[in-house]
């Protein structure tokens, strides 16, 4: 596993922006300006890379990793911010974002989810 935390807070327009596939994750003190759109998490360390075709449990969902952002794993570890795009794209679209595929339409992320980056042992 490479990384495992919980959200403990869902900013108030979190959900709106999760109905566009997308999710911002902060531990920690989000800036004013984002985080009523972020699902904050529990602050995690970051014990192995991230990689392409790495598997995301988010509840009880399965994803996986079909792209990384150059700066998204230094954020994730650094302030657990990531943007996780639920599109499936081989190329990500910002530099801090992981795009995952899977086969659910709507992510599970909300109060209590749980988020593992990497197999649980």
């Known amino acids: 596993m490479?990384?495992?935390?919980?959200v403990v807070e869902v900013g108030p327009d979190a959900p709106a922006f999760l109905e566009e596939k997308m999710a911002i994750?902060?531990?920690g003190e989000a800036p004013e300006a984002l985080r009523s759109y972020c699902f904050l998490i529990?602050?995690?360390?970051?014990?192995?890379?991230l990689e392409l075709g790495m598997p995301v449990q988010i509840g009880?969902?399965?994803?996986?990793?079909t792209a990384i952002g150059d700066l998204a794993e230094k954020?994730?570890?650094?302030?657990?911010h990531v943007t996780l795009v639920f599109?499936?794209?081989?190329?990500?679209?910002?530099?801090g974002a992981i795009h995952l595929g899977g086969v659910d339409e709507t992510p599970a992320l909300a109060l209590d989810a749980k988020v593992v980056f990497g197999s649980e042992q």
Do not use: C
Request: charged share 30%; hydrophobic share 25%; net charge negative.
């Open 2 to 6: 490479a990384y495992s935390t919980h």
């Open 25 to 27: 994750t902060f531990s």
């Open 42 to 49: 529990k602050d995690a360390e970051l014990t192995a890379p």
């Open 60 to 65: 009880e969902q399965g994803w996986t990793i």
């Open 75 to 80: 954020n994730l570890r650094d302030l657990g």
């Open 87 to 95: 599109d499936g794209e081989d190329e990500p679209r910002m530099p």
